[in-house]
Structure formats: C-alpha cells, structure tokens
C-alpha cells in the first residue's frame, strides 16, 4: 500500500492511510484531544469540571474518557478487529485496563440525560487512561498488515476521536468557555453556480479505503440541472429575513418548525440564531457570542448556529430551497473551480438522513444500507435526523470530505451549522 506524503495526517487521504501513517495520524488525535482538555481544565478554572447540563452534548470528562474507551473497545479488546466491517460487534470483549471503563463511558449503559448525573473519575486518571489505551493500540498497529479490512478499526477510532474533538469545541461555546481557535472571517461572496445535469454516483464502493456504514452502497443516480449558491448564507442575507419578521410569520415555517420556535419565544425570547445577542434591524449588525466573547458579525461571514426550522424557513421566504444531499455533494465535487466553497460551517440539506438505497422499492427506504460493526453511529438515527454536509471550522481536514455524512435533530443548534439555498 502507497503511502501519502506526511504532510497529509489531517487530510482526507487518511481514509487510505497506510498503517505508518495511521500511527501518526492517531498520535496527532490525541495530542489534539489533550490539548482541548488543558485548554478546557484552564478556562473552567475554580468551577472544575462541575458544568451544567447541556441537552445534546455530554460532559466533558464523559466525551474525554469515551475517547479512551472507545479505541479500547474495538482494538485492545476486539478478538474479531482483523475481520474489520465483517467483525461481530456482539463477540465478547477482553477486559479492560480499567474495571470501570465500561460503567462509565459505554454509551448503552449511560443514557445521554444519565451521563451529566455520573461520578467520573478527576482529569488525571482519564488523561492516564487515554495515554494507556493509546500506547496500546499503538503497540497493536505495529503488529497489523497494511490491508484495509486489518486497518478498519485504527482508522475509525482516529475518525471517532476527531469528532469527539469537535464535540468538546462545541461544548466549550456552549458554556461560554474561551478556547485559542482561529475562527472564520469574512470570504468573497460569488454568484450562484449552474450544475449541469449529470449522472452521479452516490455512496463509496467497497475497496476504496475506510468507509463509514452510511455511504454504502454506492448507487448511480440521474441529476437534473439546478443552480445552488456558491457559499453558505452569510449575516447579511440573513438579517435581511429578520428584517422581513421572519420569525413572526408562520407561513414561513413547516408546523413543526413553528412550534419549535414558539417554544423558544416563549422560554427566552428567541428572534435569531442560538448565541445572537443583537440582530440590528437598521444597522444590519449582528452581536454574536463566541466562546464567552460577544463579537460582531461581519455581513460576508456565513450565518452560524441555526437550526434546520431556520434555515428551510429563510430558503422558503427567499422563494428558495435547501439542496438535496446528492446535489450538494455533486456541486462540492464539480463545481470548486467555479467558486463552490465549503467548510466554515456544516451545512443543512433538505435531506431527511436514511440508509442509501441499491435502487429497489422498499417499505422502510433502507434497501442496501447494512448496518457497521458501530451499529448505533448511523441507523438508530435514520428518519428523525436531517443530513449535514461539508464541516466547520472546528472538523478536522479528515473529516473534510464531501462525501461525509453528518447529521442532526432539526432543531439541533449547538453545532457550528449554517446552510446554503438552491433554485427551484
């Protein structure tokens, strides 16, 4: 197997990384993911580690010491890890190196809501476990043949920890913690772009490097012409929907939307985006809050933290749509040199999240998806979740890929989320 060049740890040629390359690539996760617990250990300060709870994020030692258990969990305690996506997630386990890793950081033993009320172990024993588990898998690799089934599992523990590096990130602006990112400023705003009609196929075929369960099978599909916008929808544009009440008009919204927002008028005075302080109607001027910072929103800078309610709300007041996942993902792929540009924000599609399908009628609209050996990541979310393209600013480049499929609640608003439109 070719090795990319070095410089690629964090690009999405991670997928077909070697096992040398890999061990690079795992060793720069955690030193990420360390990193992120310093920064976090020192913004919290005399409050410790005792945050409030924040509904659809977990506590930070919980999202910390999962990172650990997780790798432990499909490598060091794996039998079946050669057997790669074939392996049977249900075969029993080694043990682990600390008796009470799986009470807790398993995910199906600590309910989302249950994990705020645990009493977990200080940040010097979880830092001590991810240092351990690691070393661990480290040795493991080194013992693995360079073969994508054999490298399956490295691979999808160092994606997993990258988006547990995001879920910190995003924690931390929940709380109002300051962490030293680089945040995205303003970009040229281009025309929109005219993607031809095509023939474009969707998913990943086996062989083709790592794969998550959810971009399987791959499948062709005809594409009709349709215009999508070169960027995301920045504060400018979206002031101006403010400006028009948008968030007093309810035919704007789907009537799940409108009973989520009056929801959120009525508990907190929700008229804009999570974390928007001010939305100037005259001024235009959007007052932000960043990682506990108040911060003024340049005009070109992409709307951030929005809700899928919000954004297919603007695209219907706009008299525009929110693009279907497969022509964001065939505009992200054909048309960059066009201006096409994505990776500010997550973006919303129109898309409700399902497995792909082979082609075949179905009652469930699952034919062909097959479920991973890490059976609750994508199926447990199928049909109540809203697919997500591109990544943010806090994604790591490996996850960057265009054929990466995120997901959320539509009412989800934590992540770092803001969406594009496309012609009807």
């Not at 050669?82 to 995910?107: C, E, M, V, Y």
């Not at 476990?129 to 043949?145: F, G, H, I, S």
């Not at 062989?207 to 960027?231: C, S, T, Y």
């Not at 008009?249 to 929700?270: H, S, Y």
Request: with cysteine; aromatic share 12%.
């Amino acid at each position: 197997m070719q090795e990319p060049l070095v410089s690629h740890v964090d690009s999405t040629s991670m997928r077909q990384a070697g096992r040398d390359l890999l061990s690079l690539a795992l060793m720069d996760a955690r030193n990420h993911t360390l990193h992120l617990a310093t920064q976090l250990e020192a913004s919290l300060g005399a409050k410790a580690w005792l945050v409030p709870p924040q509904p659809g994020l977990a506590p930070p030692l919980w999202t910390l010491g999962q990172v650990g258990w997780f790798q432990e969990w499909w490598i060091a305690r794996n039998l079946q890890r050669h057997r790669g996506a074939k392996a049977d997630p249900t075969t029993l386990r080694l043990a682990s190196i600390d008796p009470q890793a799986d009470h807790w950081f398993k995910p199906v033993s600590n309910a989302p809501e249950g994990r705020w009320a645990l009493t977990l172990p200080e940040l010097g024993a979880i830092k001590t476990y991810l240092l351990d588990t690691l070393e661990a898998t480290l040795e493991l690799l080194e013992k693995t043949p360079d073969e994508d089934a054999a490298l399956y599992f490295f691979r999808l523990a160092l994606f997993h920890e990258d988006m547990q590096g995001e879920a910190l990130i995003t924690l931390a602006q929940a709380l109002d913690l300051p962490l030293g990112l680089t945040l995205p400023g303003p970009a040229p705003t281009r025309a929109p772009i005219l993607v031809p009609a095509t023939r474009w196929t969707m998913g990943i075929a086996a062989g083709a490097g790592f794969v998550f369960d959810n971009e399987q099978p791959a499948f062709e599909l005809h594409l009709p012409e349709f215009e999508i916008d070169a960027q995301a929808v920045c504060w400018a544009q979206f002031v101006e929907f403010v400006d028009d009440d948008g968030y007093d008009r309810e035919d704007l919204w789907t009537a799940q939307g409108w009973k989520w927002l009056q929801g959120k008028a009525a508990a907190e005075g929700r008229r804009g985006p999570r974390y928007v302080d001010q939305i100037g109607v005259a001024s235009g001027a959007v007052m932000q809050t960043r990682f506990g910072k108040p911060m003024r929103m340049l005009g070109t800078q992409a709307a951030t933290h929005l809700t899928w309610f919000e954004a297919d709300a603007w695209a219907r007041w706009a008299g525009r749509r929110l693009p279907a996942e497969v022509e964001w993902e065939a505009a992200a792929h054909t048309a960059a040199s066009r201006g096409f540009r994505f990776g500010d924000v997550w973006e919303w599609t129109g898309s409700s999240f399902r497995g792909y399908q082979t082609g075949q009628s179905g009652a469930n609209g699952q034919d062909g998806f097959k479920a991973g050996p890490w059976a609750d990541y994508s199926q447990p979310n199928f049909n109540t979740h809203k697919v997500l393209r591109g990544g943010s600013f806090a994604t790591r480049a490996r996850l960057k890929s265009a054929k990466f499929r995120h997901f959320g609640l539509p009412e989800s608003d934590e992540m770092f989320c803001g969406f594009r439109t496309c012609a009807f």
